[in-house]
């Protein structure tokens, strides 16, 4: 039998598991049928035929009922928006944490990560994939109070679940090097409601706030004291604000 709650399907970012959700759950379980899915080839899943763009939000469509509520941190903000484009009826509303329509900067575009700092990323996670997973959560936590605590917290997310595979982190990384969602983003016509923290130093406030604007139905939240990862850091003002957002 179905649920009365809407569905409300949380997707990860890049190397981490369904595990990082665990607290932001459980604060939105009494509203919603809430689902923390793996992107593939992350937290014991099975790979996808092949590690692009599509292949990923097609695979999480066919998790989804239709008219869901999908929320993607991050890389899985990336993830989330295509499959809202490609899969209208799936996704009723979405919910973009710490998401940007291009992670790596350009001449048109400097609300990103300079291309030479994702290519060492790459290079690295060949040679030590630990340390380098390890230096990237560090990155998400830079610059706001308590953040070894939060680090912390990350680490233990990262160490619940089984490893991302190989294949699966290098593909994240060529995503994350390749997207570009800016000129799709007049397309996306469901309500989206943008959650960016003021700290973020991996998909900076900017990306955020030109997010929010570029989309043509989308409110913009900004958490003043949170970096890269606000579900972790700011949880109930990020439920509260979900909810809301929800019930318009």
Not at 80 to 108: C, G, N, Q, Y
Not at 161 to 188: F, H, M
Request: charged residues 20%; aromatic residues 4%.
């Amino acid at each position: 039998m179905p649920s009365p709650k809407p569905c409300l399907a949380l997707v990860h970012g890049w190397g981490m598991n369904a595990r990082v959700f665990d607290e932001l759950a459980v604060l939105l379980a009494a509203a919603f049928e809430v689902r923390a899915l793996d992107l593939p080839g992350h937290g014991g899943r099975d790979g996808a035929a092949a590690n692009t763009l599509r292949d990923w939000a097609d695979e999480l469509a066919r998790q989804l009922p239709d008219n869901a509520i999908l929320l993607g941190w991050s890389l899985g903000g990336q993830v989330a928006m295509r499959a809202a484009l490609d899969h209208p009826h799936k996704i009723a509303r979405l919910v973009l944490l710490a998401s940007t329509p291009k992670f790596v900067a350009a001449e048109d575009w400097r609300c990103g990560m300079a291309p030479a700092d994702l290519q060492e990323f790459g290079a690295a996670l060949l040679a030590e994939p630990e340390m380098t997973l390890l230096r990237f959560l560090s990155l998400q936590t830079r610059g706001m109070p308590g953040q070894k605590t939060l680090l912390q917290r990350l680490r233990q997310t990262l160490l619940a679940a089984p490893p991302a595979s190989a294949a699966a982190l290098a593909g994240g990384l060529a995503i994350l090097r390749d997207t570009d969602l800016r000129a799709e983003l007049p397309q996306l016509a469901q309500p989206a409601l943008v959650l960016h923290g003021a700290l973020d130093t991996l998909t900076p406030p900017a990306a955020g706030a030109w997010l929010a604007e570029a989309l043509p139905r989308a409110q913009h939240i900004a958490f003043c004291r949170a970096a890269h990862a606000p579900h972790l850091s700011h949880a109930e003002e990020v439920a509260a604000a979900i909810g809301r957002f929800a019930h318009d």
